[in-house]
């Protein structure tokens, strides 16, 4: 069944009007007709089995039948990465959406290739991330901006970086009463991190460790999947997240 994050507040009974790419991508890709059935679903409201009672020229309206999934709480698990070429960013967007990340925060290291990122694709490819994978809540992405800006996020956040160059700890030694929350995953641009760069992140972090990733020599959107992919089965596994 096609899932369609709405961010409406969703109650039994009402109906809702869908934007006109769910039309096009619904009636005219899947050929889907009055009467048969979707879900729409948000963070707030959970995930809801409506049927299709409308369709006109580029209009959609679904009614919303029974609630299929209560809200769930997302973990608190962000990611500040440096964005790299199109679809490499695109599918660090993905997966860390499927994966289950709660926040995203592209940032500008001295090593970073991209100048700029379009943020509106970036959105849409998270709420596409979210819908397929089966999440309930739609990543938050904020603008790029440069590491030094980044110092509020840091002193609030468990930092856990992945750098290759420095001396790091496995996974499972990470203190479970330390780091229970506001857990931000690092990983650097494709070619490293500069000293400076490693001295400002540990300075300012409220609780820093850096993890080993492994042996291999990874591309930057591999050790950024590699990096989730070890944290959340740690906090998973330890903390039931």
Do not use: C
């Not at 009055?34 to 679904?62: C, D, H, R, V």
């Not at 500008?108 to 709420?127: C, D, M, P, Q, W």
């Amino acid at each position: 069944m096609k899932r369609i994050y709405n961010k409406s507040n969703l109650v039994k009974g009402n109906t809702y009007h869908l934007e006109e790419k769910y039309y096009i991508h619904l009636i005219k890709v899947m050929r889907l007709n009055i009467g048969e059935q979707i879900s729409l679903f948000n963070e707030e409201n959970g995930e809801w089995l409506a049927k299709i009672i409308e369709i006109k020229k580029n209009i959609l309206k679904a009614e919303v039948v029974e609630q299929t999934l209560p809200p769930k709480i997302t973990p608190n698990i962000n990611l500040l990465f440096s964005p790299i070429k199109h679809l490499n960013s695109e599918s660090i967007i993905r997966q860390s959406t499927e994966m289950g990340i709660k926040s995203l925060y592209p940032t500008k290291f001295h090593r970073t290739v991209v100048s700029k990122i379009n943020l509106l694709k970036f959105e849409a490819y998270g709420v596409g991330a979210a819908q397929q994978s089966g999440r309930l809540s739609l990543p938050a992405i904020y603008q790029m901006e440069k590491l030094s800006n980044q110092k509020k996020l840091l002193q609030s956040s468990n930092v856990l970086m992945f750098d290759e160059n420095l001396k790091g700890i496995s996974i499972d030694e990470v203190p479970k009463n330390s780091f229970l929350e506001n857990i931000l995953v690092i990983i650097g641009p494709e070619g490293g991190f500069e000293d400076e760069e490693r001295k400002f992140i540990e300075a300012n972090s409220k609780n820093f460790l850096n993890i080993k990733l492994g042996s291999q020599i990874l591309k930057a959107d591999t050790a950024v999947i590699a990096a989730l992919s070890l944290t959340f089965h740690f906090f998973q596994r330890k903390h039931h997240f």
